[in-house]
């Protein structure tokens, strides 16, 4: 049995202590300490506490911590639930998953909350697995009006992408899109990037690669397409709409503070303007990410921080699968005596992991090549935040 680890509840002046114990040792802490802080008796919490470890599958911490927002007296309504979503292919986890997400699932009435999205998107061909995936990422999609927002939503994905299959393929990886209004959010931003020369095929991709991508209030996008006009891009192109997006996916505050991240990395404002122009991405990393790549390129390759400015790419590559694995490996070649010249961010990280291997591994004979591919696969470890581990060095 699980064992919840000691701590100390305060509920105004009142402190108790639980320790350590088993789940069926809970129920009885619920019953004797009537100053804990909830809304039910004690009875009542003990049931639901019950009910959802064993029919739901809920750790007893979950359980606890579920029962504070859902409870019943009566396990009725709540075995209809996990019956039905049984019944429709949710396996277990899915279900606990749901339940902890949102408990007063459970008292949803099947025939009007549940059934009418079932049959609905059953009727658009989904699969039962990719139908519990999409609810069990987001079980409030059985909370939305069907009538006002999802038929709305899938009809609307369904025609700009000519087919139901890529509408449900979208809405599988981004159930939360189903929460945002078509008349009042969705096209009114769609045609704002159609009035300003977006072409329909950057649209559409935009949708498939990033659904929420406009997704703003109609007001603020209009801003920001306006914004990123300014900023010289160009609406025929596909980076566009993807710095509308960026540009729209964080605050002012944010925006400035990653200015601030790449100037005290020795950007001038100029260059990380003319970087967003090249990868909007760069300004949309964490700036641990930005960090870490700047310093493992800079202090320990010997880059230069302006060669990197022109790259800015580079800054959305995985440190651990490939800038760190390949810069390590570039400098024990020229530490052997193998490599002559250093070689440039495009030469080095740009290229395909096939191209590399070809042409810093295998060219060296079939004997050597063995020896270095070896050297090459002792993946580097990165310590937390991303930084390199010295012991590798």
Same mark, same amino acid.
């Given at each position: 049995?699980?064992?919840?680890?000691?701590?100390?509840?305060?509920?105004?002046?009142?402190?108790?202590?639980?320790?350590?114990?088993?789940?069926?040792?809970?129920?009885?802490?619920?019953?004797?300490?009537?100053?804990?802080?909830?809304?039910?008796?004690?009875?009542?919490?003990?049931?639901?506490?019950?009910?959802?470890?064993?029919?739901?599958?809920?750790?007893?911490?979950?359980?606890?911590?579920?029962?504070?927002?859902?409870?019943?007296?009566?396990?009725?309504?709540?075995?209809?639930?996990?019956?039905?979503?049984?019944?429709?292919?949710?396996?277990?986890?899915?279900?606990?998953?749901?339940?902890?997400?949102?408990?007063?699932?459970?008292?949803?009435?099947?025939?009007?909350?549940?059934?009418?999205?079932?049959?609905?998107?059953?009727?658009?061909?989904?699969?039962?697995?990719?139908?519990?995936?999409?609810?069990?990422?987001?079980?409030?999609?059985?909370?939305?009006?069907?009538?006002?927002?999802?038929?709305?939503?899938?009809?609307?994905?369904?025609?700009?992408?000519?087919?139901?299959?890529?509408?449900?393929?979208?809405?599988?990886?981004?159930?939360?899109?189903?929460?945002?209004?078509?008349?009042?959010?969705?096209?009114?931003?769609?045609? *704002?990037?159609?009035?300003? $020369?977006?072409? @329909?095929?950057? /649209?559409?991709?935009? !949708? =498939? +690669?990033? &659904?929420?991508?406009?997704?703003?209030?109609?007001?603020?996008?209009?801003?920001?397409?306006?914004?990123?006009?300014?900023?010289?891009?160009?609406?025929?192109?596909?980076?566009?709409?993807?710095?509308?997006?960026?540009?729209?996916?964080?605050?002012?505050?944010?925006?400035?503070?990653?200015?601030? *991240?790449?100037?005290?990395? $020795?950007?001038? @404002?100029?260059? /990380?303007?003319?970087? !967003? =122009? +090249?990868? &909007?991405?760069?300004?949309?990393?964490?700036?641990?990410?930005?960090?870490?790549?700047?310093?493992?390129?800079?202090?320990?390759?010997?880059?230069?921080?302006?060669?990197?400015?022109?790259?800015?790419?580079?800054?959305?590559?995985?440190?651990?699968?490939?800038?760190?694995?390949?810069?390590?490996?570039?400098?024990?070649?020229?530490?052997?005596?193998?490599?002559?010249?250093?070689?440039?961010? =495009?030469?080095?990280?740009?290229?395909?992991?096939?191209?590399?291997?070809?042409?810093?591994?295998?060219?060296?004979?079939?004997?050597?090549?063995?020896?270095?591919?070896?050297?090459?696969?002792?993946?580097?470890?990165?310590?937390?935040?991303?930084?390199?581990?010295?012991?590798?060095?």
């Amino acid at each position: 049995m699980l064992c919840f680890l000691s701590k100390t509840i305060l509920h105004g002046r009142t402190s108790i202590k639980i320790q350590a114990f088993k789940s069926h040792n809970l129920f009885h802490i619920l019953q004797t300490n009537p100053s804990l802080p909830f809304s039910t008796t004690p009875k009542q919490q003990s049931f639901t506490v019950s009910y959802l470890i064993k029919n739901c599958g809920l750790s007893p911490e979950s359980a606890l911590s579920a029962s504070k927002r859902v409870s019943f007296q009566t396990p009725n309504q709540p075995d209809s639930v996990v019956a039905f979503l049984k019944s429709h292919g949710f396996s277990k986890p899915q279900i606990a998953t749901m339940v902890g997400k949102l408990p007063h699932l459970l008292l949803s009435k099947v025939e009007k909350t549940l059934l009418p999205k079932i049959t609905f998107f059953n009727s658009k061909g989904i699969s039962s697995s990719d139908l519990a995936k999409l609810f069990a990422k987001d079980p409030k999609v059985f909370e939305i009006s069907l009538e006002k927002k999802i038929i709305p939503l899938f009809n609307f994905l369904s025609n700009l992408f000519q087919s139901d299959n890529d509408a449900l393929g979208v809405l599988i990886r981004w159930p939360r899109f189903l929460q945002y209004n078509v008349d009042s959010c969705i096209l009114p931003n769609a045609n *704002v990037l159609r009035q300003n $020369g977006v072409p @329909e095929l950057n /649209i559409v991709k935009g !949708f =498939r +690669r990033i &659904p929420n991508i406009i997704s703003a209030a109609p007001i603020v996008f209009k801003e920001n397409v306006e914004k990123v006009k300014k900023m010289g891009f160009n609406p025929e192109r596909f980076d566009f709409v993807l710095a509308v997006f960026v540009l729209g996916s964080m605050s002012k505050s944010t925006w400035e503070r990653k200015f601030d *991240v790449y100037k005290k990395c $020795g950007w001038s @404002e100029k260059e /990380i303007l003319e970087a !967003f =122009r +090249r990868f &909007p991405w760069a300004l949309a990393l964490s700036e641990d990410k930005i960090k870490a790549v700047m310093d493992f390129l800079v202090n320990v390759m010997g880059f230069q921080v302006s060669s990197i400015a022109k790259y800015p790419t580079l800054l959305g590559l995985s440190m651990e699968k490939r800038i760190v694995p390949r810069g390590l490996f570039i400098e024990d070649l020229m530490s052997m005596g193998l490599l002559e010249k250093k070689l440039g961010l =495009r030469m080095l990280f740009g290229i395909t992991e096939e191209v590399f291997l070809k042409r810093f591994v295998y060219c060296f004979g079939e004997e050597k090549a063995s020896e270095l591919l070896k050297l090459y696969n002792e993946k580097p470890k990165l310590a937390a935040g991303g930084k390199l581990r010295t012991d590798r060095l």
